[in-house]
């Protein structure tokens, strides 16, 4: 189906979605840095690099990210169609960047169930 299609009968809402990376947990036994790239559709938006710390497994970013997405709202059952997006983790090396992992985020789920400024974790 189009997606012309799918819109039809549906009201277009544009929200700026904001999220805080607070630190990602990587089982990872050798020095590197980590990056964070969130991608919806031909837009993205990426963390600074951080130091991976060995003695804790983890990198700490503190950092907000944020995207403007139009959301397309039906306007009988007001439940807004699915928008995806994705989170990569990066590790970065001298012999280049390579995937650590991945995570799909559906942007519609909050404003679906009313909700605003809430945390989340992904795992």
């Not at 990872?28 to 790239?37: R, T, Y």
């Not at 699915?82 to 985020?105: Q, R």
């Amino acid at each position: 189906m189009s997606k012309l299609l799918k819109r039809v009968g549906k009201k277009t809402i544009k929200f700026q979605i904001d999220v805080r990376v607070e630190k990602v947990d990587v089982n990872i036994k050798f020095p590197c840095q980590l990056f964070i790239i969130w991608k919806r559709g031909p837009r993205n938006r990426e963390t600074k690099k951080v130091d991976m710390d060995l003695n804790t497994g983890s990198a700490t970013f503190n950092e907000d990210l944020s995207l403007t997405a139009t959301l397309f709202q039906d306007t009988k059952t007001k439940k807004f169609q699915e928008k995806k997006s994705t989170f990569t983790t990066v590790i970065v090396t001298p012999k280049g960047n390579k995937i650590a992992g991945a995570c799909d985020f559906d942007v519609s789920t909050y404003p679906n169930q009313g909700l605003s400024g809430t945390g989340i974790l992904v795992s």
